[in-house]
Structure formats: C-alpha cells, structure tokens
Nanobody, 124 residues
Framework: QVQLVESGGGLVQAGESLRLSCVAS????????VGWYRRAPGKERDLVAE???????NYADSVKGRFTISRDNAKNTIYLQMNSLKPEDTAVYYC??????????????????WGQGTQVTVSP
C-alpha cells in the first residue's frame, strides 16, 4: 500500500528557512507528478509547487524565487526548500503524488495520494 509521509515543518521567524520532505513508501513505485499544496487557516488548499517526472517545475506566484521543489527518485522523496519565509506562508503543507505501483500479483495500480500534512508557522 502506498503512503506519503511529510516532515520538516515547524515554527520559524520571518526570513528563516525550512525544508519539507515527502517520502513515498511501498514496493515498486514510480512517482510521476508531485505537488506541494498548503491550506492556511480559513482558506482553500492551494498549489504551491509541482514537479513532473522529468523535473519540470511550476510555482505559485507568491513563492517564486523563494521556494524550490526537487525530487530524489532513488529515495522516493520530494523536497520543498522554503527560504525567506513570511508570516503569510503559515499553513499546513501537504504532499500530493501521482504514483504507479504493482501489487503482489504484478498488477499495475495507478493512484493519486495525499500525505497527512505538516504544519509550518512563521512568526513576524
């Protein structure tokens, strides 16, 4: 069974940095497109950054130049490096991935998965 687990959130001051990690667990995985989303209090969940299987990236305007999404396919891990954090970046950050896997009968399974979220709080 495929699972996504995020880590790296925390409480920082404005201007500081954090690096979030999202690890996909399960056997025989191929991680396709991956996105980091966030939900601020009282707001909808929005896309922050995404990366395709070939490394093409896309960012929300609010984080361009400050955040960097990357992936390590050998470790089934996706990262979000967040620099120059602002109080408005405070949110729960979620990883979402489009993953192909194979079950015990070698049957391919295509699925879209969400992690449980990690809290990022930026104080002024």
């Amino acid at each position: 069974q495929v699972q996504l687990v995020e880590s790296g959130g925390g409480l920082v001051q404005a201007g500081e940095s954090l690096r979030l990690s999202c690890v996909a667990s399960g056997s025989r995985l191929r991680i396709n497109a991956v996105g980091w989303y966030r939900r601020a209090p009282g707001k909808e969940r929005d896309l922050v950054a995404e990366i395709t299987i070939d490394g093409t990236t896309n960012y929300a305007d609010s984080v361009k130049g400050r955040f960097t999404i990357s992936r390590d396919n050998a470790k089934n891990t996706i990262y979000l490096q967040m620099n120059s954090l602002k109080p408005e970046d405070t949110a729960v950050y979620y990883c979402h991935a489009d993953i192909n896997s194979w079950d015990m009968y070698d049957t391919p399974v295509a699925g879209k998965y969400w992690g449980q979220g990690t809290q990022v709080t930026v104080s002024p």
